[in-house]
């Protein structure tokens, strides 16, 4: 069946330090990669994806690449705030058989916590 | 505009006892998902909706865990005889379409429920 697996948490960094969350995964057929934040008192929030091979995703400075040949989709940040505190989850959409219902499939979390 | 709503925000029962977790998708969107995430683990799918049918309930754990949605709108998740395996926190999220990853869902806060 399909898997996402993060890295060990927590990560604590220093504010403008990078940020590397690595994420590999297991799926069958295609699937499309996600990462989902969820801020301290908030829901769940899509943070970025990509849907093929060699797409980069990014937003709020974070960006990821769909690496197939490695089954990854590490997150980065050149420069993490304090306000990036947060949970970050990966997740993946599996395409097997060429449809799929958009159930998630998600890692298990990394925490960061980022000191001013 | 109003995004997911879920309620109760919590919910504390004892073991043994009946409960039902309301979910309010966003105006419009078709599919309708319900997660369970437990602590320190990242949301489990539970089961998905595609207007008012069950398209997918492969992720119900047994057949004490029920949901609906009569009308394609509004969904209720359904816990019957209550263990204490089942305190973890349930969110729904909608997707204006299920089929194919492209599509966004957007998550509730979540339902915390405690089983005492």
């Known amino acids: 069946g399909d898997s996402v697996t993060q890295m060990e948490g927590p990560v604590t960094l220093s504010e403008e330090a990078f940020l590397t969350i690595n994420c590999t995964y297991t799926?069958?057929?295609?699937?499309?990669l996600f990462w989902y934040v969820q801020y301290p008192g908030e829901g769940l929030q899509l943070l970025l994806k990509?849907?093929?091979?060699?797409d980069k995703g990014s937003n709020k400075g974070f960006e990821a690449t769909y690496r197939k040949e490695t089954t990854s989709f590490h997150l980065e940040k050149g420069s993490v705030q304090v306000s990036d505190s947060a949970v970050y989850f990966c997740?993946?959409?599996?395409?097997?058989?060429?449809?799929?219902?958009?159930?998630?499939?998600f890692g298990q979390g990394t925490i960061l916590t980022v000191h001013p | 505009g109003a995004g997911v709503s879920q309620t109760p925000s919590n919910k504390v029962t004892e073991k043994g006892k009946y409960v039902e977790l309301r979910c309010d998708p966003i105006?419009?969107?078709?599919?309708l998902y319900w997660y369970r995430q437990s602590l320190g683990q990242g949301p489990e799918f539970l089961i998905y909706?595609?207007?008012?049918?069950?398209?997918?309930d492969s992720g119900l754990p047994n057949d004490r865990f029920f949901a609906v949605r009569p009308e394609g709108s509004v969904s209720t998740l359904k816990i019957q005889r209550t263990e204490r395996g089942d305190s973890a926190v349930y969110l729904c999220?909608?997707?204006?379409?299920?089929?194919?990853?492209?599509?966004?869902?957007?998550f509730g806060p979540g339902t915390r429920l405690t089983v005492t």
């Open positions: 990509a849907t093929k091979a060699d």
């Open positions: 799926a069958t057929g295609y699937p499309s």
């Open positions: 909706f595609q207007g008012t049918g069950a398209a997918d």
């Open positions: 997740a993946l959409i599996s395409f097997a058989g060429g449809t799929s219902y958009g159930k998630l499939t």
């Open positions: 999220a909608s997707s204006p379409r299920g089929q194919g990853g492209g599509y966004e869902q957007y």
């Open positions: 105006s419009g969107h078709t599919a």
